[in-house]
């Protein structure tokens, strides 16, 4: 079955470059997507890459696709306080009827 | 401006009670999900609707049920089987399958806590 997998934590300085990783099971997946929440929040979609791409960049953001490995992952580069938050990979899968989201990561930036 | 509305907030429920968890979307998306948040296991899904009068179950689909009478609408139940309801209620919807660029549309949650 589809699963999708994080580190929990993350803690990186202020100015500093954050790298959120993600495994995946389903090769299948047509898009791949990473969310960001906020504290008492709902997800929030920061970007999206799809599956024949190996890299995707949005300003501060990079996504770079492994899909021989079923790795994603994200950098955010100069991290900010505003940037912590959890952060959730998610994958389409086959089916594309509905999203695996993996477990999140906390993302703590310090001064 | 087009959304998806969650509510309560914060709802509070006592042991042996149903509760329901409003979410009404102005997106016209045609497809409906439900997902709860715990500590450390991400998101889960109970339930999902890809069209009016139509629904499967998910995940963790015990002890909760729900409805969709209109597109806009899909309420979630969280019935006195659920055992352990206290968590983070999210609802989300998408144009048709999610496997594209639009992704899910989250609401901004209910806090179910049981007193």
């Known amino acids: 079955g589809e699963d999708v997998e994080q580190s929990l934590f993350l803690s990186v300085r202020e100015g500093d470059s954050s790298v959120i990783n993600c495994t995946y099971t389903?090769?299948?997946?047509?898009?791949l997507y990473w969310y960001k929440q906020e504290p008492g929040a709902g997800l929030q979609l920061l970007t999206y890459?799809?599956?024949?791409?190996d890299m995707k960049q949005d300003q501060r953001l990079t996504v770079l696709l492994n899909k021989k490995d079923k790795h994603l992952s994200l950098r955010i580069a100069d991290t900010q306080t505003g940037d912590s938050a959890i952060y959730f990979c998610?994958?389409?899968?086959?089916?594309?009827?509905?999203?695996?989201f993996g477990t999140g990561t906390q993302l703590k930036v310090e001064l | 401006d087009g959304g998806i509305t969650q509510s309560p907030k914060y709802l509070f429920r006592k042991e042996g009670q149903n509760v329901t968890l409003s979410c009404e979307q102005n997106?016209?998306?045609?497809?409906m999900y439900w997902y709860r948040q715990d500590p450390g296991q991400g998101l889960r899904l109970i339930y999902y609707?890809?069209?009016?009068?139509?629904?499967q179950k998910g995940d963790i689909a015990e002890g909760y049920s729900v409805s969709r009478e209109k597109k806009e609408s899909f309420p979630l139940t969280v019935t006195s089987a659920q055992k352990n309801p206290t968590a983070f209620y999210l609802c989300?919807?998408?144009?048709?399958?999610?496997?594209?660029?639009?992704?899910?549309?989250f609401g901004s949650g209910t806090r179910l806590t049981v007193v």
């Open positions: 989300a919807s998408s144009i048709g399958n999610p496997g594209r660029s639009s992704g899910y549309t």
């Open positions: 389903d090769s299948s997946s047509t898009y």
């Open positions: 890459i799809f599956s024949n791409m």
């Open positions: 998610a994958e389409s899968g086959g089916g594309g009827n509905k999203l695996t």
């Open positions: 997106l016209n998306h045609d497809a």
């Open positions: 609707s890809q069209i009016v009068n139509d629904f």
